[in-house]
């Protein structure tokens, strides 16, 4: 494929919608080739994987700080090494999980978490690679993926302006000549009071480039919002259905809502448009069904108009209302049916 993604991301076409699998699998191959059948059906552009193993995450440790022990997690008392032992996608998996996406006509990427996912990834013509929030400060990944010459997403969850800007810089030095930033809070689930979506349009302009959102909220709300501040990538964590648990899956989205994200944040890019005032195109005939002046009364010529027997009323074929006043007492020089649109030619 085409290794530039203007045709896929960009304001000229409608917001990218990724659904991230993430661990929604279950350790389930046919699940996996599942949510792939129901991302595509519900009309998300992309499915992205993600490339690790538990080794290459993290050590073997059960204690200290390599255990979960902030209460209010998702993952509250797991190891991380176990966490991401349930969170794998076995490597063997993603030939077949990328062909059934290229069977229904969509792409398949991940997000690599270190230099040994980037080669095997490689070997699958990965279209392009999404840096996750918790690997923007590791610049030797950033510099690794970007030498492929491919597309590189980056999302900044956590990270500083400083940060963000040197990953940025780090990519582009490596060869990126396609770039997207995501912002990105990094708490699951994110609050919407969090998501700050407003930034997207700054971040844009900051590092010239195209900005999304990588959304942990829960619904689209979020999503919709950042597509009218800019956003033209959305993504969202995605599973069959969240009663079937996995490590994701109680932020993830349905089907039904994947589809309904797909719908909405379309309508939101085309309904931004451009600056304008006046009735547009679509708005011609309308204007015509706006209130004018009328004649409420049948009158005989050298009759004074009344407020009884001139009429401010749909449709919108006389004079505007503005002129009401001022008609006021004149006199009409001629015969005058009752609903008649008042003209100028009525009066001397």
Same mark, same amino acid.
């Given at each position: 494929?085409?290794k530039?993604?203007?045709q896929y ?10 659904? &991230? ?13 599942a ?5 595509? &059906?519900a009309g998300?552009? +992309?499915?992205?994987?993600?490339t ?9 440790? $059960? #204690? ?8 209010k ?7 991380l090494h ?11 998996w993603?030939a =077949?999980?990328?062909?059934? +996406? ?6 398949c ?5 270190? #230099?040994?996912?980037v ?7 990965? =279209? ?19 030498? $492929? /010459?491919?597309?590189l997403?980056?999302?900044?969850g956590m990270?500083?302006?400083a940060?963000?800007a040197? +990953? ?5 030095a ?8 995501l ?9 919407p ?5 407003r ?10 480039c195209e ?17 009218a ?10 599973t069959l +259905?969240?009663?079937?648990? /996995? ?6 989205l &349905?089907?039904a809502e ?7 944040t ?16 679509a ?15 049948d009158? &005989?010529p ?10 401010r009323?749909r =449709? ?8 009401? #006043? ?17 003209s100028w030619?009525?009066?001397?």
């Amino acid at each position: 494929m085409a290794k530039s993604m203007d045709q896929y991301i960009g304001k000229g076409v409608r917001p990218f919608v990724i659904a &991230e699998m993430s661990g929604n699998h279950n350790k389930s191959l046919d699940r996996a080739l599942a949510i792939v059948d129901a991302a595509a &059906e519900a009309g998300a552009q +992309a499915i992205k994987l993600q490339t690790f193993t538990a080794d290459t995450m993290t050590l073997d440790i $059960t #204690e200290g700080e390599f255990t979960i022990n902030d209460s209010k997690s998702l993952w509250a008392g797991q190891a991380l090494h176990s966490l991401y032992q349930q969170a794998y996608t076995p490597w063997e998996w993603h030939a =077949p999980i990328f062909e059934r +996406a290229k069977e229904k006509g969509m792409l398949c990427f991940s997000s690599p978490f270190d #230099e040994t996912a980037v080669d095997f990834l490689e070997t699958l013509d990965a =279209p392009f690679y999404k840096i996750a929030s918790f690997e923007c400060i590791d610049l030797p990944l950033i510099r690794r993926a970007a030498r $492929t /010459g491919k597309p590189l997403i980056i999302s900044t969850g956590m990270a500083t302006i400083a940060e963000i800007a040197e +990953a940025v810089d780090t990519a582009r030095a490596a060869g990126c000549k396609d770039l997207v930033l995501l912002k990105c809070t990094s708490t699951y689930p994110a609050s919407p009071e969090n998501s700050n979506v407003r930034t997207i349009a700054h971040m844009r302009d900051l590092f010239g480039c195209e900005v999304g959102l990588s959304d942990h909220t829960m619904g689209i709300g979020a999503a919709v919002a950042a597509v009218a501040y800019g956003a033209t990538v959305i993504e969202k964590h995605f599973t069959l +259905a969240r009663a079937d648990g /996995g490590v994701d899956s109680a932020f993830s989205l &349905e089907p039904a809502e994947l589809a309904s994200l797909v719908v909405e944040t379309e309508r939101a890019w085309q309904a931004i448009g451009k600056i304008t005032y006046g009735p547009t195109a679509a708005e011609e005939k309308p204007r015509t069904r706006r209130r004018s002046l009328y004649i409420g009364a049948d009158l &005989e010529p050298g009759d004074i108009l009344t407020v009884e027997n001139l009429r401010r009323v749909r =449709p919108g074929q006389g004079l505007p209302p503005k002129f009401y #006043e001022m008609l006021l007492g004149r006199q009409v020089r001629k015969a005058v049916k009752k609903g008649t649109p008042v003209s100028w030619d009525l009066f001397d």
